[in-house]
């Protein structure tokens, strides 16, 4: 099976902006979830996704937005990009909330 | 609220030492536990999960885990490391309702040649 695929792979904006970033689950995998890695906060949670419906959300600020479409890829939003958005973003799919995430190689946002 | 923490942020071990990495959290509850490893350069990969039965669990690469429910813990080990070991190391937990899974803030492992 193809793993966790995530688009782009890197991405510079400046401050102000907005991005949307892209996440393809395993095939099969209906839950897709997002986090947020920074070296000083290690990984922090933004949201989980099952079956279309946001299920869970982490303590983020309402810039940070995201979506599951029938086919479960995920796409996440950051809107007003601040310079403390710069990090790594990663993706993370699982049969069902309870399983075990498999993670993609995430996305290198860096804000100017 | 439910935390999982990870109490050694570095730890520099030689090669055919012992490792044990710690792993705590709060939820009183069923959980389902989980290490995931993130070599350098690579991204994060599964090593080991626990669900239910026996609390001794083994992973790839050689490494095992032990659920001790009292404690609240879900340590890592390993008899012998490698250089190839040298990796950032995550517990997460996943209390077994609605709810999200927790990741610790990890743990950096170097081992010396």
């Known amino acids: 099976k193809a793993g966790v695929t995530q688009t782009p792979r890197y991405l510079i904006k400046t401050r102000g902006q907005q991005v949307t970033l892209s996440c393809s689950p395993i095939?099969?995998?209906?839950?897709v979830s997002w986090y947020q890695q920074t070296p000083g906060q290690g990984l922090q949670f933004l949201f989980e996704y099952f079956s279309e419906t946001q299920r869970n959300k982490g303590n983020f600020p309402g810039r940070f937005s995201g979506r599951q479409f029938s086919n479960s890829r995920s796409e996440m939003n950051v809107s007003t990009l601040e310079l403390g958005d710069s990090a790594l973003y990663l993706c993370?799919?699982?049969?069902?909330?309870?399983?075990?995430?498999?993670f993609g190689p995430g996305t290198r946002l860096t804000v100017l | 609220a439910q935390s999982v923490s990870q109490h050694n942020h570095h730890v520099i071990l030689s090669e055919a030492a012992s490792l044990e990495l710690g792993c705590n959290y709060s939820?009183?509850?069923?959980?389902?536990l989980f290490w995931y490893v993130q070599y350098p350069g690579q991204h994060l990969q599964l090593l080991l999960k626990?669900?239910?039965?026996?609390?001794l669990v083994k992973g790839i690469k050689g490494f095992e885990a032990e659920f001790i429910k009292s404690k609240f813990s879900f340590n890592l080990r390993k008899p012998s490391v490698q250089w190839s070991d040298t990796a950032e190391y995550f517990c997460a937990v996943n209390p077994n309702r609605d709810d999200k899974i927790i990741f610790g803030k990890g743990t950096r492992l170097h081992i010396l040649p």
């Open positions: 626990y669900f239910s039965g026996d609390p």
């Open positions: 939820y009183g509850g069923t959980v389902n």
């Open positions: 993370a799919s699982s049969l069902d909330w309870q399983g075990a995430q498999y």
């Open positions: 095939s099969g995998h209906r839950s």
